[in-house]
């Protein structure tokens, strides 16, 4: 009785599940990934009612690595598990998602809050009456969770995640009990939309800061700005750029930063990874008396392991939750706030000119016979020619991480890989939220994949997702016998780094494609990579493009070499 006189209180009621997807909807999230169970059955019937459109993918690893790929485009992402089995499949990608700063909403359904406090012997439970051990395990990947058991209650802890999830850039978790799904909550507060921006700086301490980079930037005789994956995830883009185009100091991105960048202005100078860096990029950074560093996650692939001689006394750090200026740390001042004062009243600079990057091919793999292979020093310069503004580039951990370096971008490309968690196999579930999020915006953007053949083959089922939801990526499966990458760390030729070599092409006829909604190739040469780059219709992407691409087993971009001979290294240590 007590329920119904709390409900008849309530101005506006509104079922539990019903404010949940459509608080989802009001942040910009439109497609919602996952895998159906019976603990969240009903709560999947609200989807379509708000306006949402279920994904549904092969496997929950697979449907968390498109949340987040999803999340990266559109900016927020949400996947729905059911308790226990599907949850714990969705793990390796959640905590892909918080390391890399990824703001995905993790909806759990879950048996009714009385079965729970009953301790009722169900399925998908480790059969003791722990109720909370699946949480407890996610807690440690989730910036924020809310377990929706008291319907007093479950507005203000939804609000709450999905606000964190914004503004932390970080995975967050939502248990859904069957009996909570259909509970009464007050609607009208979806008339209030929920406050999405950064808190401000306190003003005295943020002046100071800004006063004290600009001391040491006006110093400076030859600066230069550095820009990483954090500046990205934490959405300073636009403060990045003004700071780029108003100051015309030469600009590097990390690694997980490329992308960043618009790579046509004339002051970008291309890719800094330590050792892993061209000649030009890593002088030029490394003789800098001052770095603006945007973002950085100094991380072993992200810095060609460990080989950064970049000095602290040199380098001024800009992050989401704090400043460093030197040795001195300024906590609790965000680099938003920091970046647009400092481009306010910076004036003029000391400046000393960069490299300038470019898609040339060298000379050495600028003429080839007929059946000459691909390679991978004559591929990534080759791609750059290729690409088209906008386009979203897609790299699995493995050799194309690491030849994507040599790749100069159109303006607007947005790349995306998963360098620091490094999951094999992320991109292609990444490649379908990717251009599911790509399709939604209607903004005809490409969306490119480049994965090994060992990668592909650990979630080659999410292609049966792309086709069902007609998306048309372009997809490059890299055909070399295996993990390139792990033979370089460690057993080049031991059985564990090959792999059952996969008719590949024929999947997409397995997985439902038909000639009207894809198309396959098969490339072995240079000269028949030529001729696909050049075909007009394979340019547009108007259906899928699946294309097997040829490479010599042993042959790797040099970055991958040397950062892989440093991961042994390190691996070695005693």
Known sequence: MSSDIRTSELKSPVDVAEYLFRRLYEVGVRGVHGVPGDYNLVALDYIPKVGLNWVGNANELNAGYAADGYARVKGISAVVTTFGVGELSLLNAIAGGYSEYVPIVHIVGTPSTLSQRDGMLLHHTLGNGNFEVFADMSKNISCAMA?????????????????????????????????????????????????????????????????????????????????????????????????????????????????????????????YAGDGSNQGVRERVESSDLILSIGAIKSDFNTAGFTYRISQLSTIDFHSNYIRVKFSEYPGVRMQGVLKKVVAKMGQL???????????????????????????????????????????????TGTANFGIWETKFPAGVSALSQVLWGSIGYSVGACQGAALAAKE??????????????????????????????????????????????????????????????????????????????????????????????????????????????????????????????????????
């Open 350 to 396: 000391n400046i000393q000119p960069g490299p300038k990057p470019s898609n040339e091919i060298a000379r050495k793999d600028q003429t080839f016979s007929h059946d000459q292979a691909i390679t991978h020093d004559w591929l990534w310069p080759r791609i750059g020619q290729w690409l088209q503004p906008n386009d979203i580039v897609i790299t699995e």
């Open 147 to 271: 377990k929706l058991t008291d319907p007093h209650e479950a507005a203000t802890l939804i609000d709450h995640a999905i606000r964190e999830c914004w503004i932390q850039s970080r995975p967050v978790y939502i248990t859904l009990p069957t009996d909570m799904v259909q509970k009464k909550v007050e609607g009208e507060r979806l008339n209030t939309p929920l406050h999405l921006e950064y808190p401000p700086n306190q003003a005295d301490k943020e002046d100071y800061v800004v006063d004290v980079v600009l001391k040491y930037l006006h110093a400076a005789k030859n600066p230069i700005i550095l820009v990483d994956a954090c500046a990205q995830r934490h959405r300073v883009l636009d403060e990045v750029h003004e700071l780029i185009e108003k100051s015309n100091l030469p600009t590097f991105v990390a690694p997980m930063g490329k992308g960043a960048v618009n790579e046509t202005l004339p002051n970008y100078g291309g890719v």
């Open 441 to 574: 915006t209607g903004d005809h953007r490409r969306t490119i994949l480049f994965v090994g053949d060992g990668s592909f083959e650990l979630t080659a089922q999410e292609l049966s997702t792309m086709i069902r939801q007609n998306l048309h990526p372009i997809i490059f499966i890299i055909c070399n016998e295996g993990y390139t990458i792990e033979r370089y760390i460690h057993g080049m030729d031991a059985a564990y780094n090959d792999i059952s070599n996969w008719k590949f092409k024929d999947l997409v006829s397995v997985f439902g494609g038909t000639e009207e909604n894809s198309r396959t190739w098969q490339v072995r040469s240079k000269t028949e990579a030529e001729d696909l780059f050049r075909d007009e219709g394979f340019k547009r992407a108007e259906r899928l493009e699946f294309v097997e691409l040829y490479m010599p087993k042993e042959d790797a971009p040099r970055a991958l070499k040397m950062t892989a001979e440093a991961s042994a290294r390190v691996n070695a240590k005693q």
